[in-house]
Nanobody, 125 residues
Framework: QVQLVESGGGLVQGGASLRLSCAVS????????MGWFRQVPGKEREFVAA????????YYADSVKGRFTISRDSAKNMLYLHMNSLKPDDTAVYYC??????????????????WGQGTQVTVSS
């Protein structure tokens, strides 16, 4: 059974950097999509970034382009989200997820079927 466990969240000041990690345990054969989403109370889960496990193609929300970088370490079965120049608007619970998104569905949470428990990121102004 595949499990996803996020870590690395915390409280930082605006402009700081954080690296989120997602440990993937279990067999992921056949699953090619890995992504990060975020959610604040009262709002829908929002796409942040995704990566194709095989081609390593990456996808980003406009709000994080140029500031966040998604990467993976296949040897360690880890997914990362490097976040730079953090803003208070980045405050949210961040979730990693896996699935097989359709060609135009990388930013849709419905295309991902396995989720971690989330890690809180709080950015103060």
């Amino acid at each position: 059974q595949v499990q996803l466990v996020e870590s690395g969240g915390g409280l930082v000041q605006g402009g700081a950097s954080l690296r989120l990690s997602c440990a993937v345990s279990g067999r992921t054969f056949g699953t090619y999509g890995m992504g990060w989403f975020r959610q604040v109370p009262g709002k829908e889960r929002e796409f942040v970034a995704a990566i194709h496990r095989i081609t390593r193609s990456t996808y980003y929300a406009d709000s994080v382009k140029g500031r966040f970088t998604i990467s993976r370490d296949s040897a360690k079965n880890m997914l990362y989200l490097h976040m730079n120049s953090l803003k208070p608007d980045d405050t949210a619970v961040y979730y990693c997820a896996t699935g097989n998104p359709k060609r135009t569905g990388w930013s849709s949470s419905g295309e991902y079927d396995l989720w971690g428990q989330g890690t809180q990121v709080t950015v103060s102004s």
